[in-house]
């Protein structure tokens, strides 16, 4: 018999934070020594999104004081995930193809399993570095970028041999902002190419749709104007032209 169903294999554990310290006293106790060494990652992951973020932002050209309330003020969530041996790896997923709702996400795996989608389609197996972290992009980038970043798609797989665990801190900006494009990203070329969205938009898309089958992201692009696309049909037949005098002249060498 054939099966071609896939399983979801994996057993995990979320920690909110804001600050995370608050929450600290409802965190495993077992090993003793958890609370008190989870308490000093999430520290440090935290200090290192903060210099990501403004790093990133400079790339974009936007003032990282611009947006300093919103990602002091952000939230951060500590992904615990546990991904036993699996008897059938061909026939499950660790977690399904999908892309971060937030800002940046920061994770540190214990052997290989993350896999990034490229943009031939392919899945590209992310190699573990010792002592290294994955720092992946979120949705809340692509729309602030107004696409000029995109957020990862990403997914987990599982393996015969042993058990894969993972630490992902996901941070994004806070609960109450409205992200919309930045307005530094924003002109005749690049026009809008997201609505903005809150993250009550987020929780009202996973409430009613199967993640599974589609992204939240792709809710909120805009369609090129009637206008965009004449230019842009111009531009492809200009270029087209030009080809083919180019071919000609060469031909006539």
Not at 24 to 29: A, N
Not at 126 to 152: A, C, F, I, T, W
Not at 188 to 201: I, L, N, T, V
Request: aromatic share 8%; net charge neutral; proline share 6%.
């Amino acid at each position: 018999m054939v099966r071609t169903k896939v399983h979801f294999w994996r057993d995990f554990i979320k920690l909110y934070s804001n600050p995370i310290s608050d929450w600290i006293h409802l965190w495993p106790s077992n090993p003793p020594s958890y609370r008190e060494k989870m308490r000093k990652y999430v520290k440090q992951v935290h200090i290192l999104h903060k210099q990501l973020m403004e790093m990133v932002l400079e790339s974009m050209g936007i003032n990282p004081s611009d947006l300093q309330e919103e990602i002091e003020e952000g939230s951060q969530v500590l992904a615990v995930n546990c991904y036993p041996a699996c008897p059938e790896p061909e026939l499950a997923l660790g977690m399904p193809p999908h892309s971060d709702y937030g800002s940046l996400t920061i994770l540190l795996q214990s052997c290989q399993g993350l896999q990034l989608k490229d943009h031939n389609e392919n899945w590209i197996p992310v190699p573990v570095v010792e002592g290294g972290l994955v720092v992946q992009l979120g949705d809340q980038m692509e729309v602030l970028s107004n696409g000029r970043y995109k957020s990862v798609i990403h997914r987990a797989t599982v393996n015969a041999e042993k058990e894969r665990f993972s630490l992902a801190s996901l941070h994004s900006f806070a609960l109450d902002r409205n992200v919309r494009p930045a307005p530094e990203l924003v002109d005749k070329e690049h026009p809008y190419s997201y609505k903005g969205f809150s993250f009550s938009d987020f929780l009202d898309f996973i409430s009613s749709n199967d993640i599974v089958k589609g992204r939240f992201i792709d809710t909120l692009k805009r369609k090129p104007s009637k206008k965009m696309q004449v230019h842009a049909s111009e531009d492809m037949h200009m270029h087209s032209v030009h080809a083919y005098a180019q071919r000609r002249m060469m031909n006539a060498t």
